[in-house]
């Protein structure tokens, strides 16, 4: 087996895994050992109420310090270190450490990278059902330090995840808070509305027992037609002739919007499309789910069609439109979520309620004009809950990227753990009959921060593209690639992945959408019927205004920008997504040391990147490479590397 060649620390050796590990297979009972279960947060005590899927006097011995690793799960990450002596399924695989600190094989055998090679020696059809055996597992080969300098790493790994998981756990719970009060608001402006000075009266509902004046309660089935959805697993007469159509399941059903990222398809008739397609204005009503999806209600506004509802979906039709967010909004509200659940059928998980019951449920219900005026008022607080959520949501998200690259990095000896843990060291402060006067200095001039330089940067391209007919998510996305690598911005920071539309930064995205919102230069609006990259870029108060911060924060690089955005003026998003990718197969290699040919060039970009690149012809990919050289969009092997969404780093391959 022929071992490729890479770059490693000093010291570090080539293991196998085996040399490491010793498979541990001896099998005891539930009795006599304390069943454990293997999480993705490690090895812990097996609840009462856990799911028993194997004979309890038929399992796996684990010792204190052993490594247990789930080997149907291991694509998930679900493993770790077993504090504890105990005993786990038969289909766990358990190691007995050898020559490896077992603080420092938690963190190594649990990194992101090892768990993609982890998965590289598998078997299966899908993720879902992927195995691992011990015997393929074993000749994962990898670098390592010694023992002493794996617990110097293990040590800091130790110290700094558990700072970066409180940070998670902090921002975590404000998220918390927030949903709380959206929900509370919801629930306030659906039952009392937003007046705090209105007059209530009393009712005879339980769940409405006060209501302004004015405001009148009716049934469901008084302001709309509730209907059932498609049964699924029908069997058609041979011969019948059906259509392909998207229907929407539980899942895709959230509290006030619908969720398009994975929408499943069913071979329908025509006369199924006739009856049960939906309409936009349509309610969408959980009919089933737990507790938190059961009644939970968005409407449908119609984004493609035809577009069919599962059974487990009930379809709200108001017979006046104009009530269609309030019908919605009122499935959220408290007293809807207590109807929903003393009316259901509740079982172990799942709960589901009925037609009969759902058309009963009562909804407090304003004169139009005043309904409109609570849901603006009402939809105007949702967004600042939206916008918090949305940052907040972020900065989880880069935590939790910057914990996976910062184990990574430690493992493999990327970083300088020792200087990373070494305090700062401080100058003895003179005592005072030994000071030095000092001269007075100019106070320093701060940087903008990543965030800030992003913003500025998609406002200069949002701007001089203007009313760019091409101009949306992607196209932005690959310019901020470009003014990255090309153009030397590298406050940009991005960390580019090779997806289908790449190279792509979703959390980069996520954050400009919404700074450009924020600081008031530019709002984004999805296209009906698009999917999630096809946007339009709409002014707010402060568009064009950008230019004099820009100029601040980037200097002469600014032109060098406005130069490379102009030269995208007209061009279509496939052309700019072809450029970009070109530029990135071609930097990558000249980062690695190669000097790749037109051929090598358009090879990697068919071949290593991603299989959806293969929708461009060779003849434009060599036409377009023609392009940059005239143009002079050269790539120096300088900027960011992208980064492989399936090819392992740690490793050594075959």
């Given amino acids: 087996m022929e071992i490729m060649t890479r770059h490693v620390p000093s010291g570090w050796a080539l293991y196998r895994l085996g040399q490491l590990f010793a498979e541990r297979r001896e099998k005891v009972s539930d009795k006599d050992f304390q069943p454990l279960s293997v999480t993705m947060n490690g090895i812990v005590l097996q609840l009462d109420s856990a799911a028993k899927s194997d004979d309890g006097d038929n399992r796996k011995l684990v010792r204190a310090g052993d490594y247990v690793i789930n080997s149907r799960s291991d694509r998930k990450g679900s493993g770790g270190v077993s504090p504890l002596d105990g005993s786990v399924s038969l289909i766990s695989i358990v190691l007995e450490p050898l020559r490896i600190h077992p603080p420092f094989a938690h963190h190594l055998l649990r990194s992101p990278a090892f768990q993609e090679e982890f998965y590289r020696w598998g078997h299966g059809i899908v993720a879902d059902l992927w195995t691992t055996r011990y015997s393929d597992m074993k000749n994962i080969r990898l670098y390592l330090p010694d023992i002493a300098s794996q617990k110097r790493i293990a040590d800091f790994l130790d110290t700094e995840t558990a700072r970066i998981d409180a940070l998670i756990e902090k921002k975590q719970q404000v998220l918390v808070s927030v949903a709380d009060a959206r929900f509370s608001t919801i629930s306030r402006a659906l039952s009392v509305g937003l007046d705090d000075n209105a007059p209530l009266i009393e009712t005879d509902s339980p769940y409405l027992p006060k209501i302004p004046a004015g405001w009148r309660i009716w049934r469901l089935k008084h302001l709309a037609r509730v209907r059932g959805g498609m049964t699924l697993g029908r069997t058609l007469p041979e011969g019948t002739s059906v259509i392909t159509t998207p229907y929407l399941r539980v899942a ?301 924060a980037l200097g002469g690089q600014t032109e060098c920008l406005r130069h490379l955005v102009d030269l995208f003026k007209g061009k279509d998003t496939e052309a700019t997504e072809a450029i970009a990718t070109l530029y990135a197969v071609w930097n990558d290699a000249l980062i690695d040391g190669k000097q790749p040919d037109d051929a090598a060039i358009i090879r990697g970009f068919l071949q290593d990147w991603h299989p959806e690149k293969g929708k461009f012809k060779q003849a434009d990919l060599q036409t377009w490479l023609g392009w940059m050289r005239r143009h002079e969009i050269i790539p120096k092997g300088r900027g960011p590397r992208t980064i492989s969404t399936s090819t392992p780093s740690l490793f050594e391959g075959e």
């Fill in 252 to 552: 895709n059903v959230q509290a006030g919007w619908v969720d398009l990222s994975d929408v499943a398809e069913i071979d329908v008739t025509e006369t199924e499309i006739n009856r049960f397609s939906l309409r936009r204005g349509d309610v969408l009503m959980n009919e089933g789910g737990d507790n938190d999806k059961l009644g939970r209600g968005a409407v449908w506004l119609a984004p493609f069609e035809p577009c069919l509802n599962q059974n487990h979906v009930f379809c709200v039709r108001p017979g006046d439109l104009r009530y269609s967010d309030w019908i919605s909004m009122a499935t959220n509200a408290r007293y809807a979520r207590d109807f929903f659940y003393l009316h259901s059928n509740q079982s172990t998980n799942l709960a589901s309620i009925s037609k009969t019951n759902v058309e009963k449920l009562p909804i407090a219900v304003p004169p139009p004009e005043e309904m409109r005026a609570v849901l603006d008022q009402l939809n105007a607080r949702l967004d600042r809950f939206t916008a918090i959520t949305e940052k907040v949501t972020t900065s989880i998200n880069r935590l939790r990227e910057y914990r996976a690259a910062l184990i990574t990095a430690a493992v493999t000896g990327q970083i300088d753990v020792a200087a990373h843990a070494r305090p700062v060291k401080t100058v003895p402060r003179l005592a005072g009959a030994d000071a030095v006067p000092l001269q007075s200095s100019p106070k320093p001039t701060s940087l903008p921060d990543r965030r800030t330089i992003r913003v500025l940067v998609a406002a200069e391209v949002v701007h001089r593209l203007g009313a760019d007919p091409y101009l949306g998510r992607t196209k932005l996305q690959k310019l901020m690639f470009l003014a990255e690598a090309h153009a030397n911005i590298n406050d940009i920071g991005g960390r580019y992945r090779r997806y289908r539309y790449g190279p792509y930064d979703d959390a980069m995205v996520q954050e400009i959408e919404l700074g450009l919102r924020q600081d008031g230069y530019y709002d984004t609006r999805e296209a009906a019927g698009a999917d999630r990259e096809k946007v339009a870029f709409q002014q707010m108060s402060r568009a064009g205004g950008h230019g004099d911060a820009i100029a601040a």
